[in-house]
C-alpha cells in the first residue's frame, strides 16, 4: 500500500482483557514509532524501532504495554490486562531515513475504548 | 530531558490574516525540523520540514529556523477557515543518553483557529 496502516481501527474490550494493535509501516521504512493521543491532548510516545537497534522503550507507560516488530516491518502493540485509562487513540508513524533526513508519516490510528 | 515547546494556544485569527507559530527546542544537536497539522479526530499529517537556517516557503506556508536560537516557526499567510487544526512541531533529536539513532519529539501542539 501506499500509506501506513493500522487495525483494527477501533477496538472495544473490556478492563482486564489483552489487546493487540497491528501497523503495517510503508515498505522501505527502516524507523517506525507508537504514540498514544488521550482526548484533546498531545502525542505520547510509546516506543520506537530502527533499524536493528535495540528499540527505545522510554516511553511505555508500564510493563503491561509491550511491542515487537518482526523482520523490520510490521509491529504489534499489545495492551495486557487492559484498564479505563489506556482509553486512547494509539498511532503509528514510519519514517524514512536517508542522508540524516528524515520524513515520518502516520497511520489512521486505532481508537481503543475499555469499558 | 530532551524538550520542544510550544504555546497551546488557542491561537485565533480573522481570515486573511496572518498566523504565527512557534517552537523552540532544547537540543542543539537537532537536524531536521517539522511541522504537522492535525484536524481533529485525524491523524497528523506532515506540511513543512526544514533543516537549513532560513526560510522555506511553500505555497501560503513559510517555516523560519534559527539553530542558534534554537527556534522554528511556522507562518500561514492569508489564512483560511479551513486551516483551523492543531499544530505540531516535531524535532529530531538524539536519544536521551547519546546514540546514533535521532529520534522524532513532538511539541505538545498548538491549537489554531481561523474566524470567517
Known amino acids: 500500500g501506499a500509506g501506513v496502516s493500522q487495525s483494527p481501527s477501533n477496538k472495544v474490550t473490556e478492563k482486564g482483557k489483552d489487546v493487540e494493535l497491528r501497523c503495517d509501516p510503508i515498505?522501505?521504512?527502516?524507523?517506525l514509532y507508537w504514540y498514544r493521543q488521550s482526548l484533546g491532548q498531545g502525542l505520547e510516545f510509546l516506543i520506537y524501532f530502527q533499524g536493528n537497534s535495540a528499540p527505545d522503550k522510554s516511553g511505555l507507560p508500564s510493563d503491561r504495554f509491550s511491542a515487537e516488530r518482526t523482520g523490520g516491518s510490521v509491529s504489534t502493540l499489545t495492551i495486557q490486562r487492559t484498564q479505563q485509562e489506556d482509553s486512547a487513540v494509539y498511532l503509528c508513524?514510519?519514517?524514512?531515513?536517508?542522508?540524516?533526513?528524515?520524513?515520518?508519516?502516520f497511520g489512521p490510528g486505532t481508537r481503543l475504548l475499555v469499558l | 530531558q530532551k524538550e520542544v515547546e510550544q504555546n497551546s494556544g488557542p491561537l485565533s485569527v480573522p481570515e486573511g490574516a496572518i498566523a504565527s507559530l512557534n517552537c523552540t527546542y532544547s537540543?542543539?544537536?537537532?537536524?531536521?525540523f517539522f511541522w504537522y497539522r492535525q484536524y481533529s479526530g485525524k491523524s497528523p499529517e506532515l506540511i513543512m520540514s526544514?533543516?537549513?537556517?532560513g526560510d522555506k516557503e511553500d505555497g501560503r506556508f513559510t517555516a523560519q529556523l534559527n539553530k542558534a536560537s534554537q527556534y522554528v516557526s511556522l507562518l500561514i499567510r492569508d489564512s483560511q477557515p479551513s486551516d483551523s487544526a492543531t499544530y505540531l512541531c516535531a524535532v529530531n533529536e538524539r536519544p536521551y543518553g547519546g546514540g546514533s539513532n535521532y529520534k522524532l519529539t513532538f511539541g505538545k501542539g498548538t491549537l489554531l483557529t481561523v474566524n470567517p
Open positions: 526544514i533543516y537549513s537556517n
Open positions: 537540543d542543539r544537536g537537532s537536524q531536521s
Open positions: 508513524a514510519s519514517t524514512h531515513q536517508r542522508g540524516g533526513r528524515e520524513t515520518q508519516y
Open positions: 515498505s522501505g521504512h527502516t524507523a
